[in-house]
């Protein structure tokens, strides 16, 4: 009898040694959240006040709100414990989301780039002190003088400890856009994408335990050379390689995006296969991630039929709705110890 109590109790120590705390990360293109002030080193006119888009401080405050009620929405019995967002203008812009709107109760702190992109849009990652310690953040910039292209965007490379004690690094990316066309606008994107695998290889040969998490906008399908050939990040099939990339969002049938009538997936979310290997300390699995779809995010494509994201503006004509994007999330289990 003192055998069987004896091991229940041991039962019970090694199930408090390495209970599993939730963890959710999400990932947001919120579409031009820029603030209704001039900054003198960038091209920001459209969204200005006397602009013809009209972009009020009612708009820009009503954006905001819009914004945390997405992020709270996206979180289960919290909020998200990490939030990537691109398309934010300023640090302004993320200490108003942060501090004066909805979500202010949250207490996320935040990083973000300060990046040559010529309208001033960056990236940032919003983060939760109780579940991830920061322990450092770099902007990784892009040669685009090389190429003879225009400033893109920074990529944000953060670093942090979760609560198992294991260290997370997080890469917020948004890839150049397709203006001009796919095509012409091709080499941008595979460029930005091996400076992010150049800075992804050299963390690979240093971590031991290589936990890498990519999310971002990539204005690219997974199927796409940038991400298929030059990240190798495809869906995990079969034997799953510990510094091999898996495309979390590769396979899937819903989207992110639709363009005339059609969806596809430009926000992804991609992981280290150390992550994927079923590791105590942290570790996630392909159906963990998801397209996050609340009907409040979506309307009717009058055009093409079905639906589409709720955006902001069409054009220059306000429409009052949340993005043109739809956000993706991801759940990891911690080992709490």
């Known amino acids: 009898m003192r055998k069987i109590i004896l091991f229940l109790c041991v039962c019970c120590l090694v199930g408090v040694a390495y209970a599993q705390e939730p963890f959710r990360v999400m990932f947001y293109n919120v579409e031009n959240l820029f603030d209704c002030q001039h ?5 920001d006119y459209e969204f200005l006040p006397d602009a013809p888009k009209g972009w009020t401080r009612a708009r820009y405050n009503d954006k905001l709100a819009k914004i945390a009620k997405v992020i709270v929405a996206t979180g289960v019995k919290d909020v998200p414990d990490l939030v990537g967002l691109c398309e934010v203008e300023n640090d ?29 849009i960056d990236v940032a990652l919003l983060y939760q002190r109780g579940s991830f310690k920061l322990l450092g953040k770099n902007s990784i910039r892009i040669p685009n003088e090389e190429i003879d292209r225009t400033p893109t965007r920074d990529i944000l490379h953060v670093t942090g400890q979760v609560l198992s004690g294991d260290t ?8 150049p856009s397709r203006s001009g066309g796919e095509e012409k606008s091709e080499p941008y994107r595979l460029f930005t994408a091996q400076i992010l695998h150049a800075s992804v290889d050299s963390l690979m ?14 204005n690219d399908y ?51 296969g ?32 079905g639906d589409i994201p709720f955006r902001t503006y069409w054009g220059r004509k306000y429409h009052g709705g949340f993005s043109d994007h739809l956000p993706v ?9």
């Open 205 to 218: 040969n240093v971590r031991r335990h290589p936990n890498i998490l990519i999310m971002g906008d990539f």
């Open 274 to 305: 150390f992550l994927l290997q079923g590791h105590a300390g942290i570790r996630t699995s392909y159906d963990k991630a998801q397209i996050v779809r609340f009907p409040f995010l979506l309307e009717e494509d009058e055009k093409y039929g």
């Open 168 to 175: 997370l690094d997080v890469f917020v990316c948004h890839m």
């Open 329 to 337: 999330c991801v759940d990891f289990e911690i080992g709490k110890k």
């Open 92 to 120: 302004h812009c993320m200490k108003d989301l942060t501090e004066y709107s909805p979500l202010r109760e949250a207490g996320y702190r935040y990083v973000m780039t300060d990046s040559p992109d010529q309208r001033g």
């Open 222 to 272: 997974p199927t796409n050379n940038s991400i298929a050939k030059v990240l190798g990040a495809v869906a995990p099939k079969g034997e799953v390689q510990a510094t091999k990339l898996y495309n979390l969002m590769d396979g899937r049938k819903d989207g992110t995006y639709r363009y005339r009538g059609e969806w596809g997936i430009l926000d992804q979310l991609i992981v280290s």
């Open 39 to 43: 900054d003198t080193l960038k091209n």
